[in-house]
């Protein structure tokens, strides 16, 4: 199992930013890809993804935030974080930091943090 535990979410103006770090326990090697989803409010079935890291460093981002957000990891230490600059009202979500196995033995497919709050006022 892989425990995954979020912090540094918050209310923010908008334009501000903030930097959210998850940090993995337990069977880190299932945690081959991380990854930061959100879930906006009125939007309780979907969650979209955010922004993902490879353990190599490959990085993938969501249109709405490129060139704003940025992830990045700390194999060593076992976190991911995501820098979150020029931050938007309609950032305002759920973070959840997941960590997806690929398949790896011994693993489940995906493990979850449990959120963190990210308010953007305007």
């Known amino acids: 199992q892989v425990q995954l535990v979020e912090s540094g979410g918050g209310l923010v103006q908008a334009g501000g930013s903030l930097r959210l770090s998850c940090a993995a326990s337990?069977?880190?090697?299932?945690?081959?890809?991380m990854i930061w989803y959100r879930q906006a409010p009125g939007k309780q079935r979907e969650r979209e993804l955010v922004a993902a890291i490879t353990s190599g460093g490959s990085t993938n981002y969501a249109d709405s935030v490129k060139g704003r957000f940025t992830i990045s990891r700390d194999n060593a230490k076992n976190t991911v974080s995501l820098q979150m600059n020029s931050l938007k009202p309609e950032d305002t979500a759920v973070y959840y930091c997941?960590?997806?196995?690929?398949?790896?033995?011994?693993?489940?497919?995906?493990?979850w943090g449990q959120g963190t709050q990210v308010t953007v006022s305007s």
């Open positions: 997941n960590a997806y196995s690929e398949g790896r033995l011994g693993c489940i497919d995906n493990y």
């Open positions: 337990g069977d880190t090697i299932c945690a081959s890809v």
